[in-house]
């Protein structure tokens, strides 16, 4: 009797866990939900507020930023602008972002991920994300340990102390 009252003591453990487990944007609860900064007069939907559909225009749906060039002199030689739905409402409940790369000549995109999203022609999350790796490894806050950067990168430590004064907080 107390080996069956265990079981099931896992198997319920078990099922509240995977009911509680979610990766993933909310679900659209409507066709369109135009994000808004006006509480009084909107619906709260999906982190944002909603307009009002019968006051959705469709400049709520429209984006001019792409055909815009961006400044890539810097020392990648390439920049990236991101469009959620924080420049374009319209994207809210949708569950997508889309980005635009200008590259220089010899430009390149440094090693990065998405965390919260698959890149294609466009994010698959309403807000993915970017991380770039070398900010990430050796520009950290706190400090990834220089012994463990030495090791896994297998170089010398005067180069890992190089790498976190190129890429530090104080240069991002």
């Not at 220089?146 to 976190?164: C, G, P, S, Y």
């Amino acid at each position: 009797m107390k080996m069956e009252a265990r079981i099931l003591s896992y198997i319920v453990l078990w099922a509240m866990i995977v009911f509680l487990a979610s990766a993933s944007d909310p679900s659209p609860l409507q066709d369109f939900c135009v994000a808004v900064n006006d509480s009084k007069t909107a619906v709260f939907v999906n982190g944002k507020f909603c307009k009002d559909p019968k006051l959705a225009t469709a400049n709520d749906f429209f984006y001019t930023g792409f055909n815009i060039p961006r400044n890539t002199s810097n020392p990648i030689g390439s920049v990236a602008t991101l469009v959620t739905v924080d420049v374009f409402p319209g994207l809210n409940t949708l569950g997508i972002a889309f980005a635009r790369v200008d590259f220089a000549r010899s430009g390149l995109n440094p090693p990065h991920t998405h965390p919260r999203g698959v890149a294609y022609a466009a994010f698959s999350s309403q807000n993915p994300g970017r991380i770039d790796i070398a900010n990430a490894v050796f520009g950290s806050t706190p400090p990834i340990s220089d012994d463990v950067l030495t090791k896994a990168f297998q170089v010398d430590q005067n180069v890992i102390r190089d790498l976190q004064a190129q890429f530090g907080i104080e240069n991002n």
